[in-house]
């Protein structure tokens, strides 16, 4: 998955097909060597290194040490990078479904990536802000049902609403569906 001519697009897909399939050779094509990362965590179920910096570092937090302890993750971003994305940078709402590894649980959460582009060269990214505004977890009996709907969306990319109507009726994943919907009730 080398890119000639990597644009925007190209970078967010191939992070999440690194950070879900836990590819981690695929991030050098995706950040830049000097690259930053922040995490901005509001919920008390998962827990991130505030600030990493360097694509070393970022690759182990985001895909070697994520894929020690979650498994069977689907990663989806609500909207597209634009074609003016490099130079204004990207931000978008993500939602994640995940089992733990060890015990099975399920987790569904959501929230904003910020994602900032190289300006000059070869695309890639030089900075991204990745807010967690909801981490549900739920017991893994819920598996079975999540994945079915989770493995039925458009992935990577998936619109709100979409998500929103094809939701199981799953009382702990509300708040989730509440925060990705939030701009179609406006």
């Known amino acids: 998955m080398q890119f000639r001519d990597p644009t925007p697009e190209d970078l967010v897909r191939a992070y999440i097909r690194a950070k ?48 020690v302890t979650y498994e069977n993750i689907y990663t989806f971003c609500l909207e597209r990078p634009q074609a003016h994305a490099r130079e204004r940078g990207f931000t978008c709402d993500w939602m994640v479904g995940m089992s733990e590894r060890e015990g099975g649980q399920v987790r569904v959460g959501c929230g904003r ?9 070869t695309c890639l990214v030089s900075r991204l802000i990745i807010t967690i505004e909801v981490m549900q977890v ?49």
């Open 113 to 121: 990536y910020d994602w900032r582009f190289s300006p000059e060269g």
């Open 20 to 67: 879900d399939e836990n590819r981690p050779h695929l991030m050098e094509h995706v950040f830049a060597g000097d690259a930053g990362l922040e995490m901005i965590v509001k919920s008390e179920t998962i827990s991130f290194p505030p600030v990493t910096r360097g694509l070393a570092s970022i690759t182990d937090v985001l895909v070697r040490n994520f894929a």
């Open 138 to 186: 739920l017991p893994s009996d819920y598996g079975k049902r999540v994945f079915a709907w989770l493995s039925g969306l458009p992935y990577p990319w998936c619109g709100a609403e979409m998500i929103g109507n094809s939701a199981p009726a799953i009382k702990e994943i509300e708040p989730a569906i509440e925060y990705l919907t939030r701009k179609e009730k406006t």
